[in-house]
Nanobody, 115 residues
Framework: QVQLVESGGGLVQAGGSLRLSCAAS????????MGWDRQAPGKQRELVAR???????NYADSVKGRFTISRDNAKNTLYLQMNNLKPEDTGVYYC?????????WGQGTQVTVSS
């Protein structure tokens, strides 16, 4: 199994920036994909960004050009740099890993963007 702990959420004004971090531990070598999902109030959880083990990345159309996902393998940490935040980015952000043992999720971190 993989354990994931997010940090870095908070309250920010529209146009501001935040950086989320996800510290991972456990069966790290088994991980194929890591990413960030988010869930806004009353909405389904959606993919924000993900990074494949080879380094390729995918982003939701709504965050392209504003968010950047990265991974520091030496620190076993996943990041999400979020710039030019918008009120519609508000939600709980979850770190996720996909490995040969299945999917694992962190507890989530709240991001609130005020207009």
């Amino acid at each position: 199994q993989v354990q994931l702990v997010e940090s870095g959420g908070g309250l920010v004004q529209a146009g501001g920036s935040l950086r989320l971090s996800c510290a991972a531990s456990g069966r790290m070598l088994s991980i194929n994909v890591m990413g960030w999902d988010r869930q806004a109030p009353g909405k389904q959880r959606e993919l924000v960004a993900r990074i494949i083990s080879g380094g390729s990345t995918n982003y939701a159309d709504s965050v392209k050009g504003r968010f950047t996902i990265s991974r520091d393998n030496a620190k076993n940490t996943l990041y999400l740099q979020m710039n030019n935040l918008k009120p519609e980015d508000t939600g709980v952000y979850y770190c996720k890993s996909v490995s040969s043992y299945g999917e694992n999720w962190g507890q989530g971190t709240q991001v609130t963007v005020s207009s």
